[in-house]
């Protein structure tokens, strides 16, 4: 394969994507507007900045490369800012994807590998989550994505354009060695948060709800390693090039852990005392995410490399220990 377009790849898990494409000795030409990526993360692969919504910035970039498949990272991707700002939400997600499909579209690009979520599945029904279970968001964050989902489908039926919709679980870890990691601003995921905590940078690590129907009241979810996801996206792309069919695939490791479960990893992990302390529900949080990553597995060939939870916080802490101020300082 050639030069992939990896649009958001100055993001968390694009700039893990542009790693994993630079092991494999594939081109990249990485679209970001850098609204909440940083130039610094992309190692690999000619950065443009410039904003996916706008039709010459495309053009001009699908003009200028032979682009053989593409990779849309380009989100915005809070929860709960999705909640206070819907309409920035549908503005940014699917407006870019719109684009990005009719940039494809015109300029005869056959694959897309689209970055979606778990959060296409709102409060689930069972665990683990299966692809055909039902999607109902419980935010307009989860209803971006799914809208793009669907979205894909139509333009499969209409362009023949393929798709991969991943679904991820919870993002974690990063790669040091290549000289990346978890940088948002501000920073909301539970990982980082618990980093921070034990590099004494926040005052303590709240936990969001202590009265759920868990193990120990916490809510649980499912952390994939970020390089885990990448290759994902590498096998979908693969898979729809040798004629594989369009589809939804989970990317989680497949069993869960609490809130509390993961900041007893992490003090076993930093050897820090980290403090903890119950605090209210988060709006919109499910109590348990799992995946079932059964089709990933035997569809894609997908095989997980970072199964412990300790080896995953032990990379972004690794990353974080390094990088205090992320990547600005
Ligand atoms: N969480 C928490 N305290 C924090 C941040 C997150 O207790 O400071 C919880 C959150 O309620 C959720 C889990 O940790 O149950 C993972 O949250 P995160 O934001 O990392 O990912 P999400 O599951 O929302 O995508």
């Known amino acids: 394969m050639g030069k992939i377009l990896v ?5 968390y898990i694009g700039s893990h994507m542009l790693d994993c494409l630079s092991m ?14 940083h130039a610094a993360a ?27 498949g593409v990779i849309d990272f380009a989100a915005f991707s ?29 300029h005869n ?15 689930p029904e069972k665990q683990p989550i299966e692809e055909t279970d039902r999607t109902l ?16 489908g139509w333009c499969a039926e209409a362009y023949g354009i393929k798709y991969a919709s991943l679904r991820y679980f919870n993002a974690a870890g990063a790669d040091p060695a290549f000289g990346i ?12 948060i618990v980093l921070k905590a034990a590099l004494g940078k926040r005052s303590h690590v709240g936990i969001y709800g202590t009265d759920y129907h868990t193990k120990d009241g916490t809510c649980i979810r499912d952390y994939i390693h970020v390089l885990d996801l990448a ?12 004629g594989g069919e369009s589809g939804v695939f989970n990317l989680g490791n497949g069993s869960g852990f609490s809130v509390l479960e993961i900041i007893e990893a992490a003090r076993r992990v930093t050897g820090m005392d980290i403090p903890a302390r119950p605090e209210a529900r988060r709006a919109g949080d499910p109590s348990v995410l799992v995946a079932s990553n059964e089709k990933a597995a035997s569809v894609l060939g997908w095989k997980i490399e970072h199964t412990s939870i300790e080896d995953i916080i032990a990379s972004a802490w690794e990353w974080q220990s390094a990088h205090p101020e992320g990547y600005g300082k």
């Open 7 to 11: 649009a958001g790849g100055a993001g």
């Open 24 to 37: 494999r000795g594939m081109d990249a030409v990485v679209a970001d507007n850098l609204s909440t990526g």
């Open 42 to 68: 992309v190692k690999h692969g000619e950065l443009i900045v410039g904003d996916i919504r706008d039709a010459n910035f495309l053009n001009g970039i699908f003009s200028k490369h032979k682009i053989d």
């Open 78 to 106: 809070l929860v709960g800012e999705s909640c206070s700002d819907p309409l920035k939400y549908y503005a940014n997600n699917v407006t870019g994807t719109i684009e990005l499909l009719r940039a494809m579209h015109r």
């Open 109 to 123: 690009v056959g694959s897309i590998v689209f970055s979606s979520t778990a959060a296409v599945y709102g409060e």
């Open 137 to 152: 968001p419980t935010n307009p964050y989860g209803e971006t994505k799914l809208a793009i989902e669907r979205m894909l």
């Open 181 to 192: 990691g978890e940088d948002h601003s501000p920073e909301t995921h539970l990982i980082p």
């Open 231 to 242: 290759n994902a996206h590498l096998l979908a792309l693969e898979f729809l090039e040798k």
